[in-house]
């Protein structure tokens, strides 16, 4: 991974290397505490979220209009590494006739029976519409490999099977963007300790959360591994510093807008006989 | 229905009678011009609107958080009654994350296949949801029956199913509201007329809409007879009087408001063994 250029920071370079070079990126290299999208001003890069958030909405009509495409926002991550909350604060001022996210969990005993993209294809948007996955299909190349539950062979082949789903997806209209949301592991402790400490979080705490960060090193190699071979030409990851939350959600909110940006929306022409109409 | 009290307005006022006196209910007699929730001030009414939508957003996370409920919000009525317009003022600060609407269209030959709650049933909140219905089912007791394509019969026995569904759906602790967007005949042809002339709305625009306007009466009793049949106990129909777009968005958001007042939500018990814990 290159060094990131402070001074104009793009997506691209805070994007895994595809190709031959893909095995020497290293996830430990980037610094969750980088801020290259931020003014230096948090006040001011808290305005700058909202009201990019609001030209979202704008965006998110015109991209309905236009019907050309379908948007998909995938968002992986540590717990509390702040999915929720990007979605919250991104996603603020979008109406949910464009936009809604699906919160993936374990699979269901019918999911199950089914092989594990089953279901994620079934969540996919359809034209005109932003999903944002708060989780994905990544879950199932991260929790089995960490738990020992995936040979290295049919973890491989699962990766070359969601770059060809993704690629199909891609090559049929559908806007591929991939968040990686990379904190630190004493942000993890800070963040979950004040869950515990939080009498209206603490509800949200399972105990599990105390055994799946035992694993962290596990999950961090996990990851750094499906960075390397998934960030594709057509669904590529972008990786996102996150311990500091507004940083986070400006930079997954210019990304989001530059994206939409990049699609060169448009009204769709006239139906035909409707201009100058009388309605009476 | 009863003489609304404009001087403290209450959703129970503008819900048709259920029982012996539904049969009097008659639609031409509500006001699409009424302001009932109004305060008389359209500046105040609109910063009214997006304080509640802000409080909303906050009872949507305790909604979540209490997890006992799944709530329905039902929204039917004319072409440009302003379905979409209140989704968007009233939904308008809360994330995807809780909230998401359906807009129920035309059924493929799968769902026609079923019959027609089939579909519906799928798009129900899971419980800590909440769904917008942009349309519903209820559309299967409107389009029918003003095309000729359903006996007077079977409408009535579809009332009944749908009346049966919705009280299983409540009896599992979903909340359904239904708002019945209640514009005048002229106030659509002007907002019909504004998507004509608009460039940017044009496209959206079907010749089938100026068919469908040509049976307004036939909608209005289509709408009359629904309302005096399918108003229950378990799931009342509310009456927007919708030709003011804020008092449509004032009036919904505040009953949505009311309604999760009303459930009684609190945060959910410390799951044993949480409080107090040491994140290492």
Redesign the interface.
């Known amino acids: 991974m290159p060094k990131p250029r402070f001074q104009a920071p793009r997506a691209a370079d805070w994007q895994p290397p595809a190709g031959k070079h893909a095995a020497d990126f290293k996830l430990s290299e980037v610094d969750p505490a980088a801020t290259p999208w931020s003014s230096g001003d948090k006040e001011k890069d808290k305005q700058q979220v909202d009201a990019i958030a609001q030209e979202l909405d704008e965006l998110q009509n015109l991209f309905y209009?236009d019907g050309r495409y379908a948007l998909l926002v995938v968002l992986q991550g540590m717990d509390a590494s702040g999915k929720?909350g990007a979605?919250?604060a991104v996603?603020?001022?979008?109406?949910?006739?464009g936009?809604?996210?699906i919160?993936w969990k374990a699979p269901s005993e019918d999911e199950r029976a089914h092989d594990y993209l089953w279901r994620i294809h079934h969540g996919m948007p359809r034209a005109r519409e932003i999903v944002?996955f708060?989780r994905s299909h990544y879950e199932d190349v991260l929790v089995p490999v960490v738990n020992g539950k995936l040979t290295r062979e049919r973890t491989e082949e699962r990766y070359r099977q969601i770059n060809d789903f993704e690629r199909m997806l891609c090559e049929n209209a559908t806007v591929i963007l991939k968040f990686m949301l990379h904190i630190s592991s004493e942000e993890q402790?800070v963040r979950?300790?004040a869950r515990?400490d939080d009498?209206?979080k603490?509800?949200?705490?399972?105990?599990g959360d105390?055994e799946v960060?035992k694993h962290w090193r596990d999950y961090q190699k996990a990851y750094q591994a499906l960075l390397r071979t998934t960030s594709t030409e057509w669904a590529p990851w972008t990786i996102v510093p996150a311990n500091s939350k507004t940083h986070r959600n400006l930079m997954i909110a210019s990304i989001v807008r530059d994206t939409l940006h990049g699609l060169k929306l448009r009204?769709?022409?006239?139906?035909p006989?409707?201009?100058?109409?009388?309605?009476?």
């Open positions: 209009a929720d979605i919250r996603f603020s001022r979008t109406s949910p006739l936009v809604h996210s919160p944002v708060n402790r979950l300790q515990v009498p209206t603490r509800w949200k705490f399972a105990a105390l960060r009204y769709p022409p006239d139906p006989g409707v201009a100058g109409v009388k309605v009476k």
